[in-house]
């Protein structure tokens, strides 16, 4: 049965502000796939904060690991697990309204590439690439900056 982890928040603690770590282990060896958990616990993290994406370290685990679901648990073939996920093209701008579950009750409208591919591994090692527009863009861009280290706040001009 999936766990509801507690989410970091931002000013609490300097992990949401670190670059994770590359997955390197996919746990073949058995039926119990530690990812496979890890994204399980996650997505029920993510739905129980109403959120779309949500990254490991958020959760305090800093791993190349986010989960997406813009259908909110509506559609089942809309879940993403990405594995070591990176941006490997960026077309096109769009101006966003954006806030993160680290970062409760804030919104800022910031400026996003309008389409985005991104390269990532499943939670058994094999490679895919997805594309994204819209609310699937910004959220495949918001979850690597995650991992990057990097909050949505960073592209608020002052």
Same mark, same amino acid.
């Not at 559609?75 to 990176?86: F, I, T, Y």
């Not at 804030?106 to 819209?134: L, P």
């Not at 690597?144 to 960073?154: A, E, P």
């Given at each position: 049965?999936?766990? *509801?982890?507690?989410? @970091?928040?931002?000013?609490?603690?300097?992990?949401? /502000?670190? #670059?994770? $770590? +590359?997955?390197?282990?996919?746990?073949?060896?058995?039926?119990?796939?530690?990812?496979?958990?890890?994204?399980?616990?996650?997505?029920?993290?993510?739905?129980?904060?109403?959120?779309?994406?949500?990254?490991?370290?958020?959760?305090? *685990?800093?791993?190349? @690991?986010?989960?997406?679901?813009?259908?909110?648990? /509506?559609? #089942?073939? $809309? +879940?993403?697990?990405?594995?070591?996920?990176?941006?490997?093209?960026?077309?096109?701008?769009?101006?966003?309204?954006?806030?993160?579950?680290?970062?409760?009750?804030?919104?800022?409208?910031?400026?996003?590439?309008?389409?985005?591919?991104?390269?990532?591994?499943?939670?058994?090692?094999?490679?895919?690439?997805?594309?994204?527009?819209?609310?699937?863009?910004?959220?495949?861009?918001?979850?690597?900056?995650?991992?990057?280290?990097?909050?949505?706040?960073?592209?608020?001009?002052?």
């Amino acid at each position: 049965m999936p766990q *509801i982890l507690p989410i @970091v928040k931002y000013g609490v603690s300097k992990i949401l /502000e670190q #670059p994770s $770590m +590359k997955v390197i282990e996919f746990g073949f060896k058995d039926k119990n796939n530690q990812l496979d958990t890890l994204a399980e616990n996650m997505f029920a993290t993510m739905y129980a904060a109403k959120g779309v994406g949500l990254a490991a370290p958020q959760i305090g *685990i800093m791993l190349r @690991v986010a989960v997406i679901d813009i259908s909110s648990g /509506e559609d #089942p073939n $809309m +879940k993403l697990v990405l594995v070591n996920p990176e941006i490997t093209e960026r077309r096109g701008t769009m101006t966003v309204e954006e806030g993160c579950l680290s970062v409760p009750g804030k919104k800022e409208t910031i400026e996003r590439s309008a389409e985005v591919a991104v390269q990532y591994q499943d939670t058994k090692g094999q490679i895919y690439t997805v594309g994204g527009k819209g609310l699937l863009s910004q959220a495949l861009q918001h979850e690597i900056d995650h991992l990057d280290g990097k909050l949505f706040l960073s592209y608020v001009s002052i």
